[in-house]
Every structure is written in C-alpha cells, then in structure tokens.
C-alpha cells in the first residue's frame, strides 16, 4: 500500500514527527512518499494519506491550509489520518485538544480516520525574534516535549484504519 504521509512545518519539530511515521509504515511494509505539502504533493498518487501541521498562534500553517483547500476532493476520497505538532500539546490542561485542530475540522471537506495532537518544540533559538518576545511575555515553557514513542504507537494504531 502506497501511503502519503504530507506536512508542513515551522521549525522542524513536525518533520521529525513525519519522519517517525515514515519510518513506522515502512517497518510496516508500506510505500511511503514522505513530503512538505509546499512541494504540491498528490494525494491521487497514493491509497491512503497521514496529513499534519505545525500550529502556531492557534493556527495550522497556512501552507498546509492553503494544500489541504486545494486538494479537499482527492483527500476525500481515501482514508487520511490528521496531526497536529505544537509545544501547547503538551500542556495538561489542554487535554490533548487544540483549537486550531477543532477549527481545521469544522471546516474540512473531509473526515480523517484518526486525529491526535501531539507535543513539539519550542525551542527560541529556531523561533522568530518577534515570535519569541510573545512566547515569553506568555511565560509559554521551552523545550523540547517530543515523544517519539507516542508518535509510533499511533502510527501503528492508524495503520490499520488506513488500509495498511
């Protein structure tokens, strides 16, 4: 099974996230095309797709907004996975929720199989000067709250509602 796993990141921390899916599905036997949504992938091309964006500013990236618009059909018609990566994922009091997750969906031409909003980064050295002076004066906590684990326990529960 051909599966496009598409994202779009801010600072890195999402890449890396794909990246452990990537290499989940293809441990898994699968034919993986892992690419950043600014490079116009097509979801036509593949039996199933893992879709997911950074979020910054309650926001999913526009890139990745503007992809999933332009592509809402072909998304449609097969089985896709959504993810989200941001440093407020890990915040407990969120409960695994994310506004822009609840926002993207209300609006999307398509029903993912799966959603799950994993933790990220914030790092200030890989964040713009004026984003940073926000995060701070935000008290928002820094560092790297990643948990590849998770990301693969999730990929492999996914897998099989993918068609994989």
Known sequence: MRVLIAYATHSGATLTLAEQMDRILGDLGHD????????????????????????????????????????????????????????????????????????????????????????GWVLMDRIPVHERVLLRSLRTPTGDFRDLDAVAAWTREVAPLLGA
């Open 32 to 119: 993986v095309v892992l690419t950043d949504v600014r490079e116009d992938p097509v979801p036509a091309e593949a039996d199933a797709a893992i879709i997911g964006s950074a979020i910054r500013v309650e926001s999913y990236e526009k890139p990745f907004l503007q992809w999933t618009a332009a592509h809402a059909q072909e998304l449609a018609q097969r089985p896709v996975a959504l993810f989200s990566c941001s440093g407020s994922a890990a915040d407990p009091a969120k409960q695994g929720r994310q506004k822009a997750t609840d926002a993207f969906l209300r609006e999307a031409a398509f029903t993912p199989v799966a959603v799950r909003n994993f933790p």
